[in-house]
């Protein structure tokens, strides 16, 4: 058994389409599991729009509600294999619309995948960067009909690059307005610069944020606004944006007071677990079991949670 899958652990950062199980997938397409990993495993790193290419072989796979309340079933019990003791799952609800389904129905059957398990666990349903404003609109109007019911929050994935996040001032205006909670895709490929955009709208986290370190000033507000980053190691390497390991500003980000959260980001799609991720951090930073237990403090705190529902959580880090 490896190292720290025992561990009890917090995941807030995990992409539904990207960590499908190889198993069921040859199951569906009656490929044997060698072939059926080449299409899903990312083998080695490419540049974020290539790496996000990937997504679509999983994607046109989920287009059924079978599939995807299977898919969600399937992910909560990897996580609960190695002690994830609750998630925050999300996926792009739009994709899923291929071949006819309604958003409702789409919510519905990962809805249903996820409670048919025994995980804890919520839903974050992404917006696309390069999508119509309208059909955004239309993910923050369905997660507002399922907050509470399952639903935690939106988030806003996609090309950094080509669509910087100052773009989405009215999006982000419009899920305040609806009382849709948010977290944001900023400063993975893009820059510190879209860290403070998404800060500024008003996001509860920041998905990957590591660009933060290229500046002072991002770094105070992040601290002085406790808004934590949900890092993803080794989807930082698969895509290039850091060469190796020792280059990643994860240990910096946290000497220097910033929240910190561990994730996996794609766990099929970069080859990855969240015991993986701990075993990686360990073994280039040095990180200790007693960190691992604070950084899951830190997820459960800023999780979208009940007080209540923090406190029973927290009794497992105690
Ligand atoms: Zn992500």
Known sequence: MKKYSNLKKVELHCHLDGSLSPTKVSKWTRKDIKTVEKSLIVKKPLDLQAYLEHFNYAINLLQTKTRLKEAAFELCKDMLHENVIYAEIRFDPVAHTKKGLTLKEIVESVLEGISSSNLKAKLILCMKRERDT??????????KKYLKKGV???????SE???PTNLFKDLFTYAKEQEVPFVIHAGEAGTFKDIEDAINFGAKRIGHGVKAIKDFRTMETLKQKDIPLEVCLTSN???????NFKEHPVRRLIDSGISVTINTDNRTLSYTTLTDEYNLLNKHFGFSTKEFNEMNKIAIKHAFLTDREK???????S
């Open 152 to 158: 935690a929050a939106v988030d806003l994935a996609g």
């Open 311 to 317: 406190e029973e959580l927290l009794k497992n880090f």
């Open 134 to 143: 309208e059909v955004n609109k239309s993910v923050i109007d369905i997660a």
């Open 161 to 163: 690059e080509n669509y």
């Open 237 to 243: 390497i698969m895509t290039k944006t850091y060469d």
